[in-house]
């Protein structure tokens, strides 16, 4: 069994950034497709970035350029480093992992079927 425990949400200003963390218990990280999502109430979960194991990293439009993930094999951590916050980036933000052929076949940005999900941290970005 996979847990994944989500970190580092919390208010910002416009303009600033936040790191996310998401930390993988229970099994050999670097095996897994990760990815990160968001959601806000009302609205479908919306993918955000995803790293796959030989480190290929996808984003949606609405944030490339300001934000970058990346993956600590040591620390069997996830990262989601968000600069020039915006405050339509405001959501829950969630990390997810999948095998990786799962994943590659359904889409890294499709929240569909992913093998395990954490708990989500909130990110608010006020103007």
């Known amino acids: 069994q996979v847990v994944l425990v989500e970190s580092g949400g919390g208010s910002v200003q416009a303009g600033g950034s936040l790191r996310l963390s998401c930390a993988v218990f229970?099994?050999?990280?670097?095996?897994?497709?990760m990815g990160w999502f968001r959601q806000v109430p009302g609205k479908e979960r919306e993918g955000v970035a995803g790293?796959?194991?030989?480190?290929?990293?996808n984003y949606a439009d609405s944030v490339k350029g300001r934000f970058t993930i990346s993956q600590d094999n040591t620390k069997d951590t996830l990262y989601l480093q968000m600069n020039s916050l915006k405050p339509e980036d405001t959501a829950m933000y969630y990390c997810?992992?999948?095998?990786?052929?799962?994943?590659?076949?359904?889409?890294?940005?499709?929240?569909?079927?992913?093998?395990?999900w954490g708990r989500g941290t909130q990110v608010t970005v006020s103007s």
């Open positions: 997810a992992a999948d095998q990786p052929p799962n994943r590659r076949a359904r889409g890294w940005s499709s929240p569909y079927a992913w093998s395990y």
């Open positions: 229970g099994y050999t990280y670097h095996g897994y497709y």
């Open positions: 790293i796959d194991v030989d480190g290929k990293s």
